[in-house]
């Protein structure tokens, strides 16, 4: 991370807890939900399959930062999907940087070439080993690794949701994430229940287990982009909700946190490990800024 972009973050973060401000700093915009998988923990695709025309995505981006947005995700559906007007989810990434977010991150389900140095991080989506991650996906995993080793970078970071199906696979994981040329780290979440996925959650148990997997192979040297000191949050769903640092953008409509908000009742059961760590971390807990300072330093 650059050191402006570093003393800007500093100075967001200092303003909002000492004033307890609610203005975003970071912002998704989704440029589809159109997606090529049918995922077995996932609501919200292929609902419309609208591919989002440029001049909408442009002009949400540009919302997004009138608004003090400086972290950018780009989120489906799937995001090597989005095409419009000649141009490509590469351009969105190298119009958002010329526009002066100084993060910028895009969320993809690893099937298509990962050609895009320009991004921060590209988190890919990987549910387990071969055989849980494809009882999630589909028959991917074997083509989602070619691509990462065919990668034209370094800035890719596997994003793990963790549920039923791979709740066993977490320490693989890890390792592979520790393992793997052009994987910088990994980032987990618990499943999120959404009502047709409900049977996927975990219980307090198996998250407190879970966390405790992770926090072991962090002891062992693996790159994970999570904060521990916020897992005793997350097994208890004890962190504030909504997080109004957070907004998204889909089709002309703004949300505060995240798509789920509309919900009745998904909030209390959030698995976003994100959203727990910035919640906590502009109420003010001093362990999770000191924690996030080494792990956005290392990683970004």
């Not at 915009?29 to 923990?41: A, F, G, P, S």
């Not at 055989?131 to 995993?141: M, S």
């Not at 998204?248 to 959203?275: A, H, Q, W």
Request: glycine share 6%; hydrophobic share 40%; aromatic share 10%.
């Amino acid at each position: 991370m650059k050191l402006s972009s570093f003393a800007y973050f500093a100075r967001f973060g200092l303003k909002t807890i000492l004033f307890r401000k609610t203005d975003p700093i970071l912002g998704t915009v989704i440029v589809t939900d159109r997606c090529n998988l049918h995922c077995r923990h996932c609501s919200v695709n292929n609902i419309t399959s609208v591919i989002h025309p440029y001049k909408q995505i442009r002009a949400e981006m540009e919302t997004l930062y009138a608004m003090g947005v400086r972290i950018l995700f780009f989120c489906g559906g799937e995001t090597f999907l989005w095409a419009d007007a000649g141009r490509t989810l590469r351009d969105l990434v190298i119009e958002a940087k010329a526009m002066g977010f100084l993060i910028v991150n895009v969320v993809t389900n690893g099937t298509f070439p990962l050609e895009l140095p320009e991004a921060d991080l590209i988190l890919l989506s990987l549910d387990g080993d071969r055989e849980r991650h494809n009882a999630v996906r589909g028959d991917t995993y074997d083509t989602i690794m070619e691509n990462v080793a065919r990668a034209s970078s370094d800035n890719i970071c596997f994003y793990m949701a963790i549920n039923q199906i791979n709740k066993d696979a977490v320490r693989q994981v890890c390792a592979l994430a520790r393992d793997t040329k052009n994987v910088r780290a990994v980032s987990f979440n618990f499943h999120t229940p959404y009502p047709d996925t409900r049977a996927l959650a975990l219980s307090r148990a198996e998250k407190a287990r879970c966390c405790a997997d992770i926090a072991d192979m962090m002891r062992q040297g693996a790159p994970v982009f999570n904060l521990k000191s916020a897992f005793p949050y997350l097994i208890d769903n004890s962190f504030p909700t909504p997080c109004r640092q957070c907004v998204v953008m889909e089709n002309g409509k703004l949300s505060t946190c995240g798509r789920c908000i509309d919900v009745p009742g998904l909030c209390e059961e959030c698995g976003y490990f994100f959203v727990a760590e910035y919640t906590l971390l502009f109420r003010g807990n001093f362990k999770i800024l000191l924690e996030m300072l080494r792990t956005y330093l290392k990683y970004i």
